[in-house]
């Protein structure tokens, strides 16, 4: 009996050892199968789509791989966001047979993959990359390839919210009533122009792009200021004089409390005139800006003075609304030959670009002396300066020669000699 059990266990034993290796033997012949029938598709494969052949012959289609990523990219470009990291959408292929645009207006770089078509004429090449491309400010392009018409617009990066909206509200309305897609850039490009492609007309370009122009329009008269066209005020003759009305004004106790707080008067180092006000919301904002001081300067300023020096008396005391007693800012009066003319030709080329409100009326050449929001309260009081203009009315600050007229920043940290910080400076 036992001996027929030994067998028994032997025979199950030596059963399960040969089933266990007809199934590794079948899972090895499988696995091997499946390697010849890959390595059989991916030689066809290549045969069928080499690369070398894949874009750069007309007659030959471009590869799937090419159109799949086109396809992928723009959808990304669409809704602003970049490729999620560590996911490589561009083909596996060396990168001198992509183009990689950088613009360096924007100070980024656009990672838009295009085929370089080695033996294509340059014409097609221009066309093929019209609404993939970094788009053409102003200009409005056909691309006769995928048949749509697009163009670009520059939209300040704090301003793009606007014009996309809560959820893409805004932005979803606006291309459906003009029948376009906006394309945006990816959020870390900041300065890059926005995309505007449709596939029915010219026309619903234009209707676009001109509705976000009086958009931007719109807001710029809403957001806040943050940097200002001045002339320099504080030479020293000045400072000293302004220290003795200072002086004067505090220890005066015929004058009401109201205009003698002296958190209320301007600092010194800072006096200046005031050209007109700018809304600089990036570093575009800021070029244009710069640019437009430089062009404005060197071709109409500098030819008002004819080589004279510009020499400002400052004279007087005056206040912004008419009753005395009731005044937020009090300031000094300033008169020269050319410095009216010289400052509304300024005020009228920043007016041109949009970084600045138009002028409506005429310029109030002024020196903030004493301004009631110098004091940091919720509450904004008023001064009240009647006695102040009767008995100091004629105050005389001197006579300067002023040289430089300067785009000033109203946050941003002193220069040495305590005047506001600049982003451009130029010699008049």
């Known amino acids: 009996m036992r001996t027929l059990i030994s067998v028994y266990r032997s025979v199950r034993l030596t059963a399960r050892a040969l089933v266990k290796r ?25 045969e069928e789509l080499p690369y070398s052949k894949s874009c750069t012959s007309q007659k030959k289609p471009i590869s799937k791989a090419c159109g799949i990523q086109g396809e992928v990219t723009s959808d990304l470009q669409e809704i602003g966001e970049t490729p999620i990291q560590g996911v490589n959408v561009a083909p596996k292929e060396p990168v001198q047979n992509a183009d990689y645009v950088k613009d360096e207006k924007d100070g980024g770089e656009k990672s838009s993959y295009e085929p370089k078509c080695n033996d294509q004429p340059e014409a097609d090449k221009t066309s093929e990359s019209v609404s993939e491309g970094v788009p053409e400010i102003g200009v409005i392009k056909f691309n006769p390839r995928s048949k749509k018409w697009s163009t670009g617009v520059d939209i300040p990066k704090e301003m793009r919210r606007y014009v996309i909206g809560a959820k893409g509200r805004k932005k979803r309305k606006l291309e459906e009533e003009t029948d376009c897609r906006l394309i945006f850039p990816s959020r870390h490009k900041k300065m890059r122009p926005v995309n505007i492609v449709s596939s029915k007309s010219q026309e619903c370009v234009e209707l676009c792009r001109d509705r976000i122009e009086s958009l931007i329009v719109d807001t710029r008269k809403r957001a806040y200021y943050t940097h200002f066209v001045s002339i320099p005020m504080n030479h020293p003759d000045i400072q000293a004089a302004f220290t003795r009305f200072v002086d004067a004004v505090q220890n005066d106790e015929e004058l009401s409390e109201s205009c003698r707080e002296l958190a209320f008067f301007q600092q010194a180092k800072k006096l200046h005139l005031t050209v007109v006000m700018l809304s600089l919301l990036d570093d575009d904002d800021m070029q244009v800006a710069a640019e437009c001081l430089e062009r404005v300067v060197g071709d109409s300023v500098r030819k008002m003075l004819d080589g004279k020096p510009l020499e400002i008396e400052v004279k007087g005391l005056q206040c912004m609304n008419d009753n005395p007693t009731k005044v937020r800012v009090l300031y000094a009066k300033a008169s020269s030959e050319k410095l009216y003319e010289l400052m509304s030709t300024i005020a009228d080329a920043m007016g041109d670009t949009g970084l600045a409100p138009r002028r409506a009326e ?67």
């Open 22 to 46: 007809a199934i590794t033997c079948s899972c090895t012949h499988n696995s091997a199968i499946k390697r010849r029938m890959s390595e059989v598709s991916a030689s066809q494969r290549s």
């Open 362 to 428: 005429t310029i109030k050449i002024h020196l903030t002396l004493m301004n009631t929001r110098y004091q940091w309260k919720k509450r904004k009081e008023r001064m009240d300066v009647e006695k102040l203009l009767e008995k100091y009315g004629d105050f005389d600050f001197g006579r300067i020669v002023v040289h430089s007229v300067h785009i000033s920043s109203l946050m941003g940290p002193k220069d040495e000699d305590g005047y506001y910080s600049h982003i451009a400076k130029f010699t008049l």
